[in-house]
């Protein structure tokens, strides 16, 4: 079993910055492929970025490419995405979720708002 805790998020203005944070508990987090999810209202969960256990290997979706950084630091457990010039579309509810093997975990979210 892995718990995962997200933070981070918050109300910004459009072209503000922010950094979320997921800190995964439970399994030795260096064999975890962990990744960022979100889901705006009414909308279905979709992909953002993941990036390997090693961290040398990242990807992104096509929305947030040039903006948003998928990094971890395996020694704090801790997964980031740091999201600059947010957009009012990037308002969502963000997941964190770790991989391993067949195993999927998700955190609980956290919320950023992006206002025009």
């Known amino acids: 079993q892995v718990q995962l805790v997200e933070s981070g998020g918050g109300l910004v203005q459009a072209g503000d910055s922010l950094r979320l944070s997921c800190v995964a508990s439970g399994r030795t987090f260096s064999t975890l492929w962990m990744g960022w999810y979100r889901q705006a209202p009414g909308k279905e969960r979709e992909f953002v970025a993941d990036i390997a256990w090693s961290g040398t290997s990242t990807r992104y979706a096509d929305s947030v490419k040039g903006r948003f950084t998928i990094s971890r630091d395996n020694a704090k457990n801790t997964v980031y995405l740091q999201m600059n010039n947010l957009k009012p579309e990037d308002t969502a509810v963000y997941y964190c979720?770790?991989?391993?093997?067949?195993?999927?975990?998700w955190g609980q979210g956290t919320q950023v708002t992006v206002s025009s």
């Open positions: 979720k770790a991989t391993f093997g067949t195993f999927v975990f």
